[in-house]
């Protein structure tokens, strides 16, 4: 798979799908051509059990934005992998709202810290993470 502009795939549902790769059969390429540091958030795919290596290489067909610059764009997952509970920071609203993804995937209680940022950009999302059954609690963070 690989992200372009407008018509071809977004560059903001590639983090949820990369977390949906973590529990496919096989080898999946991912190939971001739209943003040089949209695959930083795998590192907390990684703590979890997902097996990901980043390369600097273009691994797909697109016309890569980056050149022969040295940005980490392109992912090979390789899967099923069973997703393990931790402590996780919300980097982002997108990284974010794909590590929140992967919390409920995983096996145990995963604690994820700076939810603030997915509230800010999906509107009523405990309502919604509870329709599909999720068990989520909010507790104060210490300041």
Not at 16 to 21: E, G, I, K, T
Not at 104 to 130: N, Q
Request: include cysteine.
């Amino acid at each position: 798979m690989e992200t372009d502009v407008h018509p071809g795939f977004q560059t903001d549902w590639q983090q949820p799908l990369v977390v949906a790769l973590t529990q496919a059969s096989g080898l999946s390429i991912v190939h971001e051509t739209v943003y040089e540091n949209r695959l930083g958030f795998t590192d907390a795919l990684v703590s979890m059990g997902a097996h990901i290596q980043l390369y600097r290489d273009c691994l797909g067909g697109t016309p890569c934005r980056f050149g022969q610059r040295n940005f980490r764009h392109s992912a090979v997952i390789s899967g099923p992998a069973k997703l393990h509970a931790a402590d996780l920071v919300i980097p982002d609203l997108r990284g974010g709202f794909s590590h929140l993804i992967a919390a409920l995937a995983a096996e145990g209680t995963s604690r994820v810290y700076g939810v603030d940022l997915i509230d800010r950009g999906y509107s009523d999302f405990d309502t919604k993470l509870a329709a599909l059954g999720a068990q989520a609690e909010r507790v104060a963070e210490a300041a």
